[in-house]
Nanobody, 122 residues
C-alpha cells in the first residue's frame, strides 16, 4: 500500500509561482511513477505531469509545458511540482497519484492523495 500526501497549495496572484509537494510513504517500487493531476469545479480530472522515480523520465501536458516542472527526491520519496507564470485557469485541486509506470491517464493510477487547493487570483 502507498500513501500520498500533498502539501503547499494556497493562494497566489496571476504571474506568480508556487511549488507543491507530494510525500509518498508505505510500499515503494523501483519502477513507480508519480503523476500530478488537477480538477477544477465542474471539470474532469486533468493530467498535468508525471515522473518516473527510476531514471527521472518525465511527461507533461501541453497546457503546462514551459511553465510547470516536475521533480523528485528519491531519498525522501518526495515529488514536487514547481508552477511558474500561473494563470487564473490553473485554479484547481491538485492531486498526486502513484502508478507502476509513466502514464497520463488517471484510470491507470492506483493510489491517490487527498489533494491540495491552488487558487490563482487575477
Amino acid at each position: 500500500q502507498v500513501q500520498l500526501v500533498e502539501s503547499g497549495g494556497g493562494l497566489v496572484q496571476a504571474g506568480g509561482s508556487l511549488t507543491i509537494s507530494c510525500a509518498a510513504t508505505g510500499r515503494t517500487f523501483n519502477n513507480a511513477a508519480v503523476g500530478w493531476f488537477r480538477q477544477a469545479p465542474g471539470k474532469d480530472r486533468e493530467f498535468i505531469a508525471a515522473i518516473r522515480f527510476s531514471g527521472g523520465a518525465t511527461s507533461y501536458a501541453d497546457s503546462v509545458k514551459g511553465r510547470f516542472s516536475i521533480s523528485r527526491d528519491r531519498a525522501k520519496n518526495m515529488v514536487y511540482l514547481q508552477m511558474n507564470s500561473l494563470k487564473p485557469e490553473d485554479t484547481a485541486v491538485y492531486y498526486c497519484a502513484a502508478n507502476r509506470g509513466l502514464a497520463t491517464v488517471a484510470a491507470y493510477y492506483d493510489y491517490w492523495g487527498q489533494g491540495t487547493q491552488v487558487t490563482v487570483s487575477s
